[in-house]
């Protein structure tokens, strides 16, 4: 029976257009990452999470139930529910985000936070204003919807007068350094992942890591933004030994993602294939896309690789002390 794409990607696409993105996330969930890091609002230069990051625990959730409705009578409604969905936000009930998960993502975002300052950056944040960048629409084709959020993006930006943008995963960075200037008229911000900046600050080691670790590689950074050897700088800074899988570099395995949604049995299908070539180099890994990290994490077992995001793992090299979680009002 299958997945109704056309439906499922239709509630994502209508909350694009209607609610600004794909799962409509509260002010709250949305920034709670920033507390107490004290980012000016706005400026020249501002972080961009996308909100991918903080997307990925509601995305992973509603993955989970597309799996469970595969072959469910229950698909021959979605049609019905997308029509409910223009009323009634029904994303709220079919990606319940898991809390732990999204604590994990949060201390994540702060540990780049706090690697860029680290290394001298100043910058800003768009906190409750920024918005999702639009990649799974693009990745799906959707083009006039995308033309149309794209739009937004660059007049908030415009509005904040931002001219740099410093990205944290590897589908914003995409949307935003190839994708909008393609659908965009004098899209001429500048955009650079934090892997990047990093590489070209060079942070002051503070902590020798022991070990060894699997490099897996994001599609995206890999094969369409030229991100390869700089990860690969940053962990060999540490002190950790870097192992190759088998298929690697521009040459990267896909995680499974980001098709859960739509295909969640071919999604977990992928995701075990590349948590076996990890396996058997290795019994621990790093991923730095969360959507890489969530598909790799679900697929793992019990005798898998544990994979961990890079970006914790070079704050544990690069700051002098263990990142905080965020305050509690």
């Known amino acids: 029976m299958g997945i109704p794409r056309k439906a499922v990607l239709g509630i994502l696409v209508d909350n694009l257009r209607k609610r600004k993105s794909v799962l409509p996330l509260s002010k709250k969930v949305a920034t709670n990452w920033a507390k107490g890091l004290d980012l000016p609002r706005g400026g020249e230069t501002i972080i961009y999470t996308g909100q991918m990051y903080q997307l990925i625990p509601a995305i992973s959730s509603m993955a989970a139930k597309m799996a469970v409705f595969e072959n469910s009578w229950i698909t021959k409604f979605m049609g019905i529910g997308r029509i409910m969905n223009k009323v009634i936000n029904l994303s709220f009930f079919m990606a319940r985000r898991d809390k732990k998960m999204q604590a994990q993502f949060d201390q994540t975002l702060r540990s780049i936070a706090l690697l860029l300052k680290a290394s001298g950056l100043e910058f800003g944040y768009l906190f409750e204003e920024e918005l999702y960048s639009g990649a799974l629409v693009f990745d799906q084709g959707v083009d006039k919807v995308l033309k149309d959020h794209a739009e937004r993006v660059q007049a908030l930006l415009a509005e904040h007068g931002v001219k740099k943008i410093i990205t944290v995963d590897p589908h ?20 650079k992942s934090y892997l990047e900046v990093l590489a070209e600050r060079k942070p002051k080691v503070f902590n020798k890591l022991e070990g060894k670790v699997v490099i897996h590689d994001s599609c995206v950074y890999a094969r369409y933004e030229d991100i390869v050897e700089q990860p690969r700088k940053l962990l060999a800074e540490t002190g950790l030994e870097l192992l190759e899988p088998e298929l690697t570099g521009r040459s990267t395995h896909c ?16 995701a075990s294939s590349r948590v076996k070539q990890l396996g058997a180099v290795g019994d621990k890994s790093v991923a730095m896309c969360p959507i890489c990290l969530v598909n790799l994490q679900g697929a793992r077992g019990e005798d898998g690789p544990e994979c961990r995001d890079i970006a914790d793992i070079l704050a544990e090299s690069f700051l002098e002390a263990e990142p905080t979680p965020p305050h509690e009002e």
């Open 172 to 191: 914003t960075t995409q949307m935003l350094r190839d994708v909008y200037p393609k659908v965009l008229e004098d899209f001429d911000v500048e955009v």
């Open 255 to 270: 995680c499974g993602g980001p098709i859960e949604t739509l295909f969640p049995a071919q999604a977990h299908r992928l």
